[in-house]
């Protein structure tokens, strides 16, 4: 039992000590940005920070580079039932309509527009795309991700 409370001290220790702590200035950005918000798990990925939290029910992703700044959001909304109407429609009345959705996410930049992805796929057989559309709903790229393993 000694050998068990030790372990398990030493698990502890080490999942607090790889914790990711962001520097000062992406911990400040992010708090304009998001004021509200609590639960934050912060990771690091290719030298950017990012936050991860639920806001209003959604999964966020809010990217951060070392200076700072704001790089995108990612905001997981899960099915088509949250889209918009325009890009509901226009999805709907496109060539991938029929085929099954595996994820509909939306992702915000700074500089640009927002982009919504859809992610589909086919039953009983392994093809993914990735549809990407404007606000507006036009489509404005598709990819092919049924090789893909992180996207």
């Known amino acids: 039992m000694k050998k ?20 000062d200035n992406v911990q400040a950005t992010f708090k304009k940005m998001y004021p509200k918000t609590n639960d934050i798990a912060w990771s690091q990925d290719d030298g950017y920070y990012c936050a991860n939290f639920v806001m209003n029910g959604f999964t966020k992703n809010v990217w951060f580079n070392a200076q700072g700044q704001w790089e995108m959001t990612q905001t997981d909304l899960v099915s088509l039932d949250r889209l918009t109407p325009t890009v509901y429609n226009a999805f709907v009345s496109g060539p991938y309509a029929n085929w099954v959705v595996d994820n ?11 982009i919504i992805v859809i992610k589909v796929g ?30």
């Open 122 to 151: 086919q039953d009983n057989v392994d093809i993914k795309y990735q549809l990407f559309y404007t606000p507006q709903g036009v489509l404005l790229k598709t990819r092919n991700v049924s090789d893909m393993y992180d996207i």
């Open 4 to 23: 068990f409370n030790i372990m398990a001290v030493l698990l502890l220790f080490s999942i607090s000590v790889l914790a990711i702590v962001p520097p």
């Open 104 to 114: 509909v996410t939306m992702v915000e930049f700074p500089k640009w527009q927002a």
